[in-house]
């Protein structure tokens, strides 16, 4: 199992082309994470939005999740070296 989120899903993840993924995406993936490491839903919600970049002047493009800053602050939860 993994520790991290995957920028274009979990089949995917040795190839990264995008540090972003949607705030759904990012909950989706959450529950993987909830249930290898047992740490609670809404710490793991406060992360990702914590690393919730929004859209440009709120109507350009779309809210994304910086996946890189969301695992470093993961690994910062879960102790991880």
């Known amino acids: 199992?993994?520790?991290k989120f995957f920028p274009r899903g979990r089949q995917n993840r040795t190839r990264i082309s995008r540090p972003h993924i949607t705030p759904i995406c990012a909950l989706e993936q959450a529950?993987?994470?909830v249930t290898k490491f047992g740490i609670s839903k809404e710490a793991l919600a406060t992360l990702i939005t914590q690393n919730t970049e929004s859209s440009l002047l709120g109507i350009l493009g779309r809210d994304r999740v910086?996946?890189?800053s969301l695992n470093l602050d993961?690994?910062?939860l879960l102790?991880?070296?």
């Open 1 to 3: 199992g993994s520790k």
């Open 31 to 33: 529950n993987r994470i």
């Open 66 to 68: 910086n996946v890189v």
């Open 74 to 76: 993961l690994r910062k």
């Open 79 to 81: 102790n991880v070296k």
